[in-house]
T-cell receptor, first 117, second 110 residues
Framework: GAVVSQHPSWVICKSGTSVKIECRSL??????MFWYRQFPKQSLMLMAT?????????EQGVEKDKFLINHASLTLSTLTVTSAHPEDSSFYIC?????????????FGPGTRLLVL | RKEVEQDPGPFNVPEGATVAFNCTYS??????FFWYRQDCRKEPKLLMS???SGNEDGRFTAQLNRASQYISLLIRDSKLSDSATYLC???????????FGKGTTLSVSS
């Protein structure tokens, strides 16, 4: 099956620093990638939709200036958490949309655990 | 009302038991339906798609009732390895993000 990687898998940082998370589709081109966030015992919540070559679309309540998304190529999308605070500590997961054939499928990366001290 | 609602958990069952999970969704125009499995501290993984005609994959059977906007998952002969959180997932239309339920936790004990 298709593979999506995320890097780093976990990060611990001090409050006020910025953290960059990469999401790569390894064996297919993804014109669309999605960024989700999951807090403990909660469901995955969509943060934004990332389209290659255009601005990301953010969900209501997600600050676009705080969560910067760049989808510069068909295999890479990045999420930068700027000036991270403890309340940003969460599990961040990306998914990449693979279209073509008879069925569309979305593949998830392994996630990035962020802990802001 | 949440877009996808699931049974509250956790479900604690012995090995060999049959367990059923239920889910409802609010948007009648939703097009695709799935069950995902999420292990602790891991990303969700597709368990199976759900079709109106119902579908089965080994010990797992999924059903969709579009009229009542209801999705179910039946697990027969539970194994210890089935212990996980099961997520009901809906897609409004192709190309859009998946919408996840909160999940139902299953714990299978020997």
């Amino acid at each position: 099956g298709a593979v999506v990687s995320q890097h780093p898998s976990w990060v611990i940082c001090k409050s006020g620093t910025s953290v960059k998370i990469e999401c790569r589709s390894l064996d297919f081109q993804a014109t669309t990638m999605f960024w989700y966030r999951q807090f403990p015992k909660q469901s995955l919540m969509l943060m934004a939709t990332s389209n290659e070559g255009s601005k990301a679309t953010y969900e209501q309540g997600v600050e676009k200036d705080k969560f910067l998304i760049n989808h510069a190529s068909l295999t890479l999308s990045t999420l930068t958490v700027t000036s991270a605070h403890p309340e940003d500590s969460s599990f961040y997961i990306c998914s990449a949309r693979r279209s073509g054939g008879w069925q569309e499928t979305q593949y998830f990366g392994p996630g990035t655990r962020l802990l802001v001290l | 009302r949440k877009e996808v609602e699931q049974d509250p958990g956790p479900f604690n069952v012995p090995e060999g038991a049959t367990v059923a999970f239920n889910c409802t969704y609010s948007n009648s125009a939703s097009q695709s339906f799935f069950w995902y499995r999420q292990d602790c501290r891991k990303e969700p993984k597709l368990l199976m798609s759900v079709y109106s005609s119902g579908n089965e994959d080994g010990r797992f059977t999924a059903q969709l009732n579009r009229a009542s906007q209801y999705i179910s998952l039946l697990i027969r002969d539970s194994k210890l390895s089935d212990s996980a959180t099961y997520l009901c997932v809906v897609n409004k239309r192709a190309g859009t993000a998946l919408i996840f339920g909160k999940g139902t936790t299953l714990s299978v004990s020997s």
